[in-house]
C-alpha cells in the first residue's frame, strides 16, 4: 500500500522566484517543469533524497491553489504518499472514515495518477495519494 512519502507540494506565488531560492539557497536544481491543466497549476519539481519537492505556482484565479493561497498564502499544500495500488488505497481510506475529495484518480503531474483526502478527515493536512499507475 503506502509505500513512501512521494512529495511536499508548496504553493508560491511565482515559480520563477521560487526556483532562484530552491537553486541559489538550497543549492537543488530543478528537475523540470510542467502545467497541469486539471488542477489548474504549474509545477516544478526537486529531488531530495528519495523525496521530491512539488512547488504550485496557480494558473488560474479559480484553482484550488489559488483559493488556498488566499487563506494561507505560500506554504506547504499537501503531503504526498506514494502507493502501488491507489483504489485499494482510497478504499481502505475510505472504509476508515476518511472523507474522499476524489473518489477515482485523475492525472497529476509527471503522468501519475493522483486523488486527494480531505483535510478536515486527516488531521488538518491535505493528503494525497499518487501512483504510476495507468
Same mark, same amino acid.
Given at each position: 500500500?503506502?509505500?513512501?512519502? /512521494?512529495? $511536499? ?16 539557497? $538550497? @543549492? &537543488?536544481?530543478? !528537475? @523540470? ?5 486539471? !488542477? ?15 512547488? $504550485?505556482? =496557480?494558473?488560474?484565479? /479559480? ?12 506554504? &506547504? ?14 478504499? !481502505?481510506? !475510505?472504509?476508515? @472514515?476518511?472523507? $474522499?475529495?476524489?473518489?477515482? =484518480?485523475? /492525472?497529476?503531474?509527471? @503522468? ?6 480531505? =483535510? ?11 501512483? /504510476?499507475?495507468?
Amino acid at each position: 500500500m503506502v509505500e513512501k512519502i /512521494d512529495h $511536499l507540494g508548496i504553493a508560491v506565488k511565482s515559480l520563477e522566484e521560487s526556483i532562484a531560492f530552491y537553486e541559489n539557497v $538550497l @543549492g &537543488i536544481k530543478c !528537475q @523540470g517543469m510542467e502545467e497541469v491543466v486539471s !488542477q489548474k497549476v504549474r509545477t516544478a519539481f526537486f529531488h531530495v533524497g528519495d523525496t521530491h519537492i512539488e512547488l $504550485l505556482e =496557480p494558473t488560474s484565479d /479559480d484553482s484550488p491553489i489559488a483559493k488556498f493561497m488566499s487563506k494561507n498564502g505560500e506554504g &506547504i499544500h499537501h503531503v504526498a504518499y506514494y502507493t502501488n495500488d491507489i483504489k485499494s488505497q482510497l478504499e !481502505q481510506a !475510505q472504509k476508515a @472514515g476518511a472523507k $474522499l475529495i476524489h473518489k477515482t =484518480p485523475i /492525472d497529476g503531474a509527471g @503522468g501519475k495518477k493522483v486523488a486527494f483526502l480531505h =483535510p478536515k478527515s486527516t488531521h488538518g493536512v491535505l493528503t494525497e495519494f499518487c501512483s /504510476d499507475e495507468k
